[in-house]
């Protein structure tokens, strides 16, 4: 019994504060703005497990998974000031569907671009993953991205299988991770639009694969399908498919 | 029955003590409805973060007690002689040491029963992945005809026949004892089944000196991505799927539902078959590691007796055409880790050092009725 009580205390002594701000949740609301992520592949929407995509090169891709994580994500004024979203932080997997943030508070107004930083700023990438409440896109357990005790977030992870051709039968597997401070990005998707008071727009992003592998590093799986940072071949990968990243995200349509 | 209640009493105190947000209270009705509220912040240590809990069953000092006493009660099963407990021993962090289990008229599982601890991370259950809470999941075994092969109407009449199941189904949730309310209790009861007091829960962060240098060998294996220098592993690549405090990766997408390579044939789909998608083929619920030293047979057949089998299947055996080998793995076809006899000790070593005496001893999860 003693043991018990003692070790409660421990606990208490241990547990974080309990009075974290709730997150916003993202609901449609019919207010404000809607910000969607889809997934796609060279113009057609990207389907996980089921379907596979030809490279140009002929090497064929399925996704088993696909997950980020961003930071900043805002709005951008005609005067170039930035309105953040929330608190900014969003984790995106395609796979489960988790691709819709609805902001309510976002205020009417003229804007330019959306924007939004691919990973963490060093300071909360190797904070405390454990003090996020368990629906705020940095908690661990909901993300399953953090690194555990080596630190630091998994900021973007791609994995699935591929074959050197359509005819192929010898089935092999690519994993592209991103992590570490300097691999985050900070992208900017110009247009112009407004948000009313009263009504809600939704922006849509695509977020196209196929751009991963394409400029200005023409990547062919065969050469390497594998970045978990460690090691320079992977990092020298990992930069690779990051300098690719400018053409990934499209903004389509604010509406 | 009763020094045990009297912790529940203490436990409660405590929880309400510096709770920041008021719990809501309930004044005690004519019938004893007064549950007491306990703080998921006092619950769940700071080093797991905290978990999504189900919005639809509160945790009380009265339904974890309830949930407690039905777990260790034979009453559930259809002749009264299997409960819960009988394959998810304390002793063995909830595991059954038997590579499959005997329900009621003897009959076996058909997969081996894996511990129950820090169940309130998980978002599925069991080895194929087929239920997503606890609620659900606690309805299976009761009706399962080799566990305890009851049907749900007569639980609920065996239970309204038990006075003390008539008093705390009421405390607990003010109603007659029922099948619905029986799910919540055993939920809240296994919720509260809380794992962190190992030794390598401890050095998380970065506090080195409560392993010894074996084990941190071990650690940095276990925690590294599998690189070789000089044709010597430098890392193990445990993490991808066993990672952070809970030795444990929880979002199925991420590896919480994988296939580390065990068959090349499939004899079980697992998560395969409730989904019915080829590349769910052989994938299996991730398991935690914590008190691995005491819950084996290991894997969801048992099939490897010892830590020591399933090191070297990773290290020297790793079945590279598994279907859906995670591509974590599989990018490293057709290499094998190859550990060296020292590097495998210090990987069990460090394994080792994931045991949780206090939670096999803790008396909140014990056995009520002793």
């Given at each position: 019994?003693?043991?018990?009580?003692?070790?409660?205390?421990?606990?208490?002594?241990?547990?974080?504060?309990?009075?974290?701000?709730?997150?916003?949740?993202?609901?449609?609301?019919?207010?404000?703005?809607?910000?969607?992520?889809?997934?796609?592949?060279?113009?057609?929407?990207?389907?996980?497990?089921?379907?596979?995509?030809?490279?140009?090169?002929?090497?064929?891709?399925?996704?088993?998974?696909?997950?980020?994580?961003?930071?900043?994500?805002?709005?951008?004024?005609?005067?170039?000031?930035?309105v953040l979203l929330g608190d900014g932080y969003q984790y995106i997997e395609f796979k489960a569907g988790r691709v819709k943030f609805n902001y309510a508070a976002a205020p009417a107004g003229d804007y330019k671009a959306i924007t939004f930083q691919l990973g963490l700023d060093s300071a909360i990438n190797h904070g405390d993953p454990n003090i996020w409440p368990s629906d705020h896109p940095l908690n661990a357990n909901l993300t399953g991205l953090h690194w555990g005790w080596a630190g630091g977030y998994i900021f973007q992870a791609m994995d699935g299988i591929w074959f050197d051709s359509a005819t192929s039968s010898n089935q092999k597997a690519f994993s592209f991770h991103t992590a570490t401070d300097p691999f985050k990005r900070k992208f900017t998707l110009p247009m112009n639009f407004t948000l009313q008071a009263d009504g809600m727009k939704t922006a849509t992003i695509e977020v196209w694969a196929d751009e991963f592998f394409k400029t200005p590093n023409s990547l062919s799986l065969s050469a390497g399908a594998m970045s978990h940072t460690l090691g320079s071949t992977e990092i020298a990968l990992m930069q690779k498919i990051?300098?690719?990243?400018?053409?990934?995200?499209?903004?389509?349509?604010?509406? | 029955?009763?020094?045990?209640?009297?912790?529940?009493?203490?436990?409660?105190?405590?929880?309400?003590?510096?709770?920041?947000?008021?719990?809501?209270?309930?004044?005690?009705?004519?019938?004893?409805?007064?549950?007491?509220?306990?703080?998921?912040?006092?619950?769940?240590?700071?080093?797991?973060?905290?978990?999504?809990?189900?919005?639809?069953?509160?945790?009380?000092?009265?339904?974890?007690?309830?949930?407690?006493?039905?777990?260790?009660?034979?009453?559930?099963?259809?002749?009264?002689?299997?409960?819960?407990?009988?394959?998810?021993?304390?002793?063995?962090?909830?595991?059954?040491?038997?590579?499959?289990?005997?329900?009621?008229?003897?009959?076996?599982?058909?997969?081996?029963?894996?511990?129950?601890?820090?169940?309130?991370?998980?978002?599925?259950?069991?080895?194929?992945?087929?239920?997503?809470?606890?609620?659900?999941?606690?309805?299976?075994?009761?009706?399962?005809?080799?566990?305890?092969?009851?049907?749900?109407?007569?639980?609920?009449?065996?239970?309204?026949?038990?006075?003390?199941?008539?008093?705390?189904?009421?405390?607990?949730?003010?109603?007659?004892?029922?099948?619905?309310?029986?799910?919540?209790?055993?939920?809240?009861?296994?919720?509260?089944?809380?794992?962190?007091?190992?030794?390598?829960?401890?050095?998380?962060?970065?506090?080195?000196?409560?392993?010894?240098?074996?084990?941190?060998?071990?650690?940095?294996?276990?925690?590294?991505?599998?690189?070789?220098?000089?044709?010597?592993?430098?890392?193990?690549?445990?993490?991808?799927?066993?990672?952070?405090?809970?030795?444990?990766?929880?979002?199925?997408?991420?590896?919480?539902?994988?296939?580390?390579?065990?068959?090349?044939?499939?004899?079980?789909?697992?998560?395969?078959?409730?989904?019915?998608?080829?590349?769910?083929?052989?994938?299996?619920?991730?398991?935690?590691?914590?008190?691995?030293?005491?819950?084996?047979?290991?894997?969801?057949?048992?099939?490897?007796?010892?830590?020591?089998?399933?090191?070297?299947?990773?290290?020297?055996?790793?079945?590279?055409?598994?279907?859906?080998?995670?591509?974590?793995?599989?990018?490293?076809?057709?290499?094998?880790?190859?550990?060296?006899?020292?590097?495998?000790?210090?990987?069990?070593?460090?394994?080792?050092?994931?045991?949780?005496?206090?939670?096999?001893?803790?008396?909140?999860?014990?056995?009520?009725?002793?």
């Amino acid at each position: 019994m003693r043991y018990v009580i003692s070790g409660m205390a421990l606990m208490m002594l241990l547990t974080v504060s309990c009075c974290k701000k709730p997150v916003e949740k993202p609901t449609d609301t019919g207010k404000g703005i809607t910000i969607l992520f889809k997934p796609m592949w060279d113009g057609q929407d990207l389907v996980f497990n089921s379907k596979s995509y030809t490279k140009p090169d002929k090497e064929v891709m399925t996704y088993t998974n696909w997950a980020w994580i961003i930071s900043k994500l805002a709005l951008v004024k005609t005067d170039n000031s930035e309105v953040l979203l929330g608190d900014g932080y969003q984790y995106i997997e395609f796979k489960a569907g988790r691709v819709k943030f609805n902001y309510a508070a976002a205020p009417a107004g003229d804007y330019k671009a959306i924007t939004f930083q691919l990973g963490l700023d060093s300071a909360i990438n190797h904070g405390d993953p454990n003090i996020w409440p368990s629906d705020h896109p940095l908690n661990a357990n909901l993300t399953g991205l953090h690194w555990g005790w080596a630190g630091g977030y998994i900021f973007q992870a791609m994995d699935g299988i591929w074959f050197d051709s359509a005819t192929s039968s010898n089935q092999k597997a690519f994993s592209f991770h991103t992590a570490t401070d300097p691999f985050k990005r900070k992208f900017t998707l110009p247009m112009n639009f407004t948000l009313q008071a009263d009504g809600m727009k939704t922006a849509t992003i695509e977020v196209w694969a196929d751009e991963f592998f394409k400029t200005p590093n023409s990547l062919s799986l065969s050469a390497g399908a594998m970045s978990h940072t460690l090691g320079s071949t992977e990092i020298a990968l990992m930069q690779k498919i990051i300098d690719n990243s400018a053409e990934v995200y499209k903004l389509k349509s604010v509406q | 029955m009763l020094k045990k209640l009297r912790f529940q009493w203490i436990f409660a105190a405590l929880a309400l003590l510096p709770a920041c947000k008021k719990d809501p209270k309930q004044p005690a009705d004519a019938t004893g409805y007064a549950p007491h509220y306990i703080n998921p912040a006092l619950l769940f240590p700071s080093i797991f973060g905290m978990p999504d809990l189900p919005k639809n069953n509160p945790l009380t000092e009265e339904g974890v007690f309830l949930g407690r006493m039905l777990f260790y009660d034979p009453v559930l099963s259809f002749d009264s002689s299997i409960s819960c407990s009988s394959c998810h021993d304390q002793k063995h962090a909830f595991a059954d040491p038997r590579k499959f289990s005997t329900g009621v008229f003897g009959l076996k599982t058909g997969r081996n029963a894996p511990p129950l601890m820090n169940m309130a991370y998980s978002r599925v259950f069991f080895w194929d992945a087929r239920q997503k809470t606890l609620q659900e999941q606690a309805l299976e075994p009761i009706q399962a005809h080799n566990e305890m092969a009851m049907t749900l109407p007569l639980l609920e009449k065996k239970l309204k026949q038990i006075a003390r199941y008539k008093l705390w189904f009421k405390k607990a949730f003010n109603s007659e004892p029922d099948v619905f309310n029986t799910a919540k209790a055993l939920e809240q009861f296994q919720l509260t089944m809380v794992s962190a007091g190992s030794r390598f829960n401890q050095f998380f962060p970065k506090n080195w000196d409560v392993l010894t240098p074996d084990e941190r060998k071990g650690a940095i294996l276990f925690n590294n991505t599998v690189d070789f220098v000089g044709g010597v592993a430098t890392g193990a690549d445990c993490f991808h799927c066993h990672g952070g405090q809970l030795t444990q990766q929880n979002n199925p997408n991420q590896g919480g539902i994988s296939s580390n390579g065990l068959d090349s044939v499939l004899t079980d789909k697992g998560f395969g078959g409730i989904s019915g998608g080829p590349l769910d083929m052989g994938t299996f619920k991730t398991p935690s590691l914590l008190n691995i030293a005491l819950t084996a047979p290991y894997m969801h057949d048992g099939r490897f007796a010892t830590l020591d089998e399933v090191i070297d299947h990773y290290s020297d055996h790793m079945l590279y055409n598994a279907p859906n080998l995670h591509p974590s793995i599989k990018v490293h076809a057709p290499e094998q880790i190859r550990l060296s006899p020292a590097q495998k000790a210090q990987l069990k070593a460090f394994l080792l050092s994931m045991t949780d005496t206090a939670f096999i001893n803790d008396p909140a999860f014990g056995n009520p009725f002793r």
